[in-house]
């Protein structure tokens, strides 16, 4: 299957916004489940492509300057290849993402927030 995507986030601020950066991860990759004929993302100001631990691509944005609205734009065509029962082949066993980090430990706070 085929797919057009066109995806947009429209942003409105009640006061100018400036000097602002946006980390935007929005871009598909080619894998054994689809394929990536074409993808753009469409954002105003300097834009940057950066790669985290597990090979995703992403973007960051930055505007320099003052603005009301700004609207982020991806699109692209994708093909998927949906062969039956072959079910999701991880590169990464699932109790990696279960490790406890600096960035994911809870406190006081945040544990009366949660109750």
């Given at each position: 299957m085929k797919?057009?995507?066109?995806?947009?986030?429209h942003y409105t601020y009640s006061e100018n916004a400036c000097n602002s950066i946006q980390y935007i991860k929005?871009?598909?990759q080619s894998s054994?489940?689809?394929?990536?004929?074409y993808w753009?993302?469409?954002v105003p100001g300097e834009r940057v492509l950066?790669?985290?631990?597990?090979?995703?691509?992403?973007?960051t944005c930055s505007q320099r300057f003052d603005y009301q609205h700004l609207t982020i734009m991806a699109q692209g065509?994708?093909?998927?290849?949906?062969?039956?029962?072959?079910?999701?082949q991880a590169s990464l066993p699932?109790?990696?993402f279960l490790q406890p980090t600096h960035a994911t430990l809870w406190d006081a706070n945040m544990l009366e927030f949660a109750t």
């Open positions: 797919l057009m995507v066109n995806h947009q986030t929005m871009i598909p054994q489940h689809q394929y990536v004929h753009d993302i469409s950066k790669k985290d631990v597990f090979n995703n691509l992403w973007l065509i994708v093909e998927l290849h949906c062969g039956g029962n072959e079910g999701h699932l109790s990696l």
